[in-house]
């Protein structure tokens, strides 16, 4: 189990998160003002294990057509689909630490620009 709260850093800018739902493979944490969310996910399969972590958060923009506020949101997540044997979770974690490695290096600007 994680701690409740949690803190997300967010531009510099800290955002405690509260535990709000708890299911037998998945929890949410919630801000206080409910526009950020951070989400836990586990299922399996005959031979599969899937780990899912996903931030969401959600404002008020105005339309530029329009000009009129709607509400937007985003989504930002890591799925870990890994099969029941054969890579130890030391492997995994280098995956994972060259994934973010290489989002860190300016290239999540490319892919937000789309880029492939």
Do not use: C, W
């Amino acid at each position: 189990m994680f701690a409740d709260p949690l803190s997300l850093t967010i531009n510099a800018v800290a955002t405690p998160i509260v535990k709000t739902g708890l299911g037998p493979n998945s929890s949410k944490y919630v801000s206080a003002d409910g526009n950020t969310t951070l989400e836990f996910k586990q299922t399996a399969s005959a031979s599969r294990f899937r780990h899912e972590v996903r931030i969401s958060q959600q404002k008020i923009s105005a339309d530029p057509i329009s000009a009129l506020n709607v509400s937007k949101g985003v989504s930002v997540y890591l799925v870990v689909d890994e099969p029941k044997f054969g890579f130890s979770d030391t492997e995994i974690g280098y995956l994972i630490d060259a994934l973010k490695t290489m989002l860190s290096t300016g290239n999540q600007t490319k892919i937000l620009q789309g880029e492939y």
